[in-house]
């Protein structure tokens, strides 16, 4: 491997761009979950976290039902180049196993790692590089919800693998959604995958897996935000709770730091106070069912060909394409 390399920096994570957004999350008490990935740090203890408990590395149920996943996208790409699209990639694991997978079918792979945080991009690379020529890989370190020329950017003239994993549950679907099914040509595939709330009952399914959001290193990690703007552990309570959207019925678990007593900060010029009583939202993640993606996918132009939920019902993976405009234009959603 050579000791540099490029990576290209799109203009959403030039640095006046994130400080506004920064600004933002801190004038609205809603943090931007970007911010949780932001630094060597965070990236180090997410990673672990996600070692430590997520399904597809702890359960090997959950793993194989991706492994079909890539099987039936491998057996659906008739060409003998793909590229595949890693975005929000992480840690490259999931898309490294799907890259050797279609090199093992005899594909010409290229791989496009693209994430908010450059670590992870990095990081993704050098996963990939165990089963890619360097010059197959394209590392892009982009902000996927305000990035408005992503198709110009990321698509090429191979047919495109589009991987979106465990990315939904952070993101409101309808600012995200017509941005991914923008990245969807009709010969294209999208793997998607999202947590879901186990069981037949929705509200219940949340509550189960609460215990998954609520422990030290998760709370280690999303606590890093706040201890280096300079608020202290003492200062508040992290809570977690369950929440309803009241628009589309969707559940999330919510992580909120609530203070105890009143702290101000300083960042980039500008002063932050936070009174006793007051809170400040770090994290929150929706659950879905799998009838629950289908119909949101399909809302955006994105049809579920095949699905694989996990025994244990807390992960799917579906295997998606762009609906014909004839199947749009009948379409009652
Ligand atoms: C839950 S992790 C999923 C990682 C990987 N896809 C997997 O399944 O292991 C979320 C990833 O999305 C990235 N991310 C968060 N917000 C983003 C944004 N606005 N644009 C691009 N990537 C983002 C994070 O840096 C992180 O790598």
New binding site residues.
């Given amino acids: 491997m050579s000791s540099v390399t490029s990576v290209t920096i799109h203009p959403s994570q030039f640095p006046d761009a994130v400080r506004h957004e920064l600004l933002e999350s801190l004038r609205t008490r809603r943090v931007?979950?970007?911010f949780?990935?932001d630094s060597v740090k965070q990236?180090q203890k997410?990673l672990a976290l996600?070692q430590a408990y997520?399904p597809?590395r702890n359960d090997a149920d959950c793993a194989a039902i991706y492994d079909r996943g890539f099987s039936a996208a491998a057996a659906g790409i008739k060409a003998p180049r793909v590229h595949v699209i890693?975005?929000?990639?992480?840690?490259?694991?999931?898309?490294t196993r799907l890259l050797k997978l279609l090199k093992t079918r005899g594909k010409k792979v290229f791989y496009t790692p693209?994430?908010?945080?450059t670590s992870?991009v990095l990081t993704a690379r050098r996963t990939a590089l165990a089963v890619l020529p360097e010059q197959n890989c394209f590392p892009f370190v982009?902000?996927?919800?305000?990035a408005n020329d992503l198709r110009k950017a990321l698509v090429t003239c191979h047919p495109s693998l589009v991987?979106?994993?465990?990315?939904i549950?952070?993101?409101e679907p309808k600012q995200i959604l017509p941005r991914l099914a923008s990245l969807v040509r009709p010969k294209d595939f999208l793997l998607f995958?999202a947590n879901l709330a186990p069981g037949e009952n929705y509200a219940a399914g949340v509550k189960k897996v609460l215990p998954q959001y609520d422990n030290p290193p998760t709370r280690d990690w999303l606590m890093t935000f706040l201890l280096d703007l300079g608020i202290g552990r003492g200062d508040g309570k992290l809570r977690f709770q369950i929440e309803t959207d009241s628009v589309s019925g969707l559940k999330r678990i919510v992580a909120g730091f609530h203070f105890t007593c009143p702290r101000r900060i300083e960042v980039e010029n500008e002063a932050f106070a936070f009174r006793a009583g007051e809170a400040i939202r770090l994290f929150f993640s929706y659950r879905y069912t799998p009838e629950r993606v289908r119909k949101v996918l399909t809302r955006h132009g994105l049809e579920v060909c095949e699905q694989w939920i996990a025994k244990s019902g807390e992960e799917g993976v579906f295997l998606c394409n762009r609906r014909s405009r004839r199947e749009e234009a009948h379409s009652p959603s």
């Fill in positions: 931007n979950h970007k949780h990935y990236t997410w996600h997520s597809t890693g975005l929000g990639c992480g840690g490259g694991q999931k898309d693209c994430d908010v945080s992870m982009c902000d996927l919800a305000t991987t979106f994993f465990g990315m549950p952070n993101f995958s």
